[in-house]
């Protein structure tokens, strides 16, 4: 018997042998570093793409327009000047038009892809140097949040309190736009779906006297960051305007500092932004620019010319009315999602 099962048992070694081997293959085999890797390209990349979508109406004016200047033969005086027609109907802005439209065409491009892809570069680099995230250095950081009636602003406060909450901060909303019927109850509701915490003040009270119980409660409350909303007001009312510097040195005197104030702009008012930002910077001091109503115009390009005539960053765009429609700003992406058909 003993034979017998001496047999058996090396039949079974040898089978348990072959499993191993099979199983060490297999695994060399998935290792490889000649097996072909999926990558995502950037092409199909869903949040490039989802870009593209929004910016839909200035992507069909604007890389519409340059598709069918770009497949010219030629490239003469009418052609270059048409490239910087296109540009400054999208609203880049004709000092930020003029000068990169020069720039390409001094480095000859040898075709018309080549000319795009210069046009995006020198766009790109324009914007370059700037610092795109918040700077929210203090304990709690203080946000200042200004601009005209009907741009946005107290969606945008809710929108940043989200992204903010989902880098688990602890966000402190004060509800200083006292004097718009239920300005307090929309920015509540707001703050509920955004899980943020709110301090309001009576129907007609002195916004700077908000901002102060505001600041005091986040003190108290260990919160990370506080967002000031404000009521909207005409850059031109020089009486709104002094309202709105004194909540400004109330929050200065109590925190130290501002650390950031942000300037909600409608994107569909075109180079009438850019009298809105030279008055409340002049007033309050902003330090970046929150872009909204993107996907609604074909007038895009303001975002690059508001940035490139006052030198403020541009730190979120708005391209929808969703929670998540309010997104960082990325030069490349966003310059790409215009110019490209």
Do not use: C
């Not at 039949?11 to 293959?25: D, N």
Request: charged fraction near 25%; avoid cysteine.
């Amino acid at each position: 018997m003993e034979p017998i099962v001496v047999v058996v048992g090396l039949g079974v070694l040898a089978v348990l042998i072959a499993i191993v081997v099979t199983v060490m293959v297999s695994r060399q085999q998935g290792e490889s570093p000649n097996r072909p890797v999926t990558s995502r390209s950037p092409a199909l990349d869903p949040r490039r793409h989802s870009l593209r979508k929004r910016l839909g109406r200035t992507r069909a004016e604007l890389g519409g327009r340059l598709t069918e200047l770009l497949g010219r033969e030629q490239r003469d005086t009418t052609f270059w000047e048409d490239l910087e027609e296109a540009l400054i109907a999208a609203d880049v802005g004709f000092s930020t038009s003029a000068t990169v439209v020069e720039d390409v065409r001094r480095s000859s491009p040898p075709d018309g892809e080549a000319a795009r892809v210069r046009l995006e570069d020198g766009l790109v680099r324009m914007l370059d140097g700037h610092t795109r995230s918040l700077n929210l250095v203090s304990k709690p950081a203080v946000v200042l949040v200004v601009g005209v009636n009907g741009t946005g602003k107290t969606t945008s406060i809710a929108k940043i309190a989200h992204l903010l909450a989902g880098e688990e901060k602890r966000v402190m909303l004060a509800a200083a736009d006292t004097f718009r019927a239920a300005a307090d109850e929309q920015l509540r509701t707001w703050a509920n779906r955004a899980g943020a915490d709110i301090t309001s003040g009576e129907d007609g009270a002195d916004p700077a006297s908000v901002v102060f119980d505001a600041y005091a409660n986040a003190v108290d409350g260990g919160y990370d960051v506080l967002i000031a909303d404000t009521a909207g007001r005409l850059h031109s009312k020089a009486n709104l305007m002094s309202e709105l510097e004194k909540v400004a040195r109330v929050l200065r005197r109590e925190a130290g500092t501002i650390d950031e104030v942000l300037l909600v702009l409608d994107g569909t008012t075109g180079q009438n932004a850019l009298n809105q930002a030279r008055s409340f910077t002049k007033a309050v001091g902003v330090t970046g620019l929150v872009m909204t109503k993107l996907d609604g115009t074909a007038k895009g390009g303001i975002a690059i010319s508001v940035e490139r005539e006052l030198g403020i960053p541009v730190k979120f765009i708005g391209v929808g009315e969703a929670m998540e429609d309010l997104i960082p700003f990325e030069p490349r992406e966003f310059v790409e999602a215009l110019l490209e058909p």
